[in-house]
């Protein structure tokens, strides 16, 4: 999480960090969706209007889904800086990564080595037969 203006948080504080954004956003919409599904619910007769019950309940299942939506966003948020923490913060991983191709490379080096080695020394072999031949025929420049 590379945060401006604050210093560094240990990596244990951060995971704590973390773990507790995520629970509170889940939580948040859990709770959130719980009460739309509660407004659902319809009640007998009552002292309100029936037309001030249903914008007191539209109001309310409009604020409680910007609060699901806000929560969601934050989670959107929590990931990208988990994503971030990994790449900037996972050295083992980045330094084993290189290792496998640093092999693979050398692997393919030293195959491609012998490949051009055995083309050398069938050439040669080849050009060796051509100049005798050459040289042991009537057809030589005299």
């Known amino acids: 999480m590379a945060q401006q203006g604050k210093p560094p948080q240990s990596r244990e504080a951060l995971l704590k960090s973390y773990n507790k954004r995520l629970k509170d956003d889940v939580k948040s919409i859990l709770d959130n969706f719980m009460e739309i599904v509660k407004l ?10 029936r037309m001030t019950q249903v914008e ?4 309310q299942i409009q604020v409680r889904s910007a609060n699901m939506v806000r929560a969601a966003e934050s989670l959107m948020k929590l990931v990208a800086d988990v994503k ?14 290189i290792t496998q191709n640093s092999q693979i490379f050398k692997t393919k080096s030293q195959e491609a080595d012998q490949k051009l080695m055995a083309l050398r020394d069938d050439m040669a072999s080849d050009l060796y037969e051509l100049e005798e031949e050459f040289y042991s025929s009537i057809y030589k420049e005299k």
Request: contains cysteine.
């Open 40 to 49: 659902g619910v319809v009640e007998e007769e009552c002292q309100v209007n």
């Open 56 to 59: 007191e309940i539209n109001f």
């Open 84 to 97: 971030q923490y990994l790449i900037l913060n996972d050295f083992p991983s980045v330094n084993e990564a």
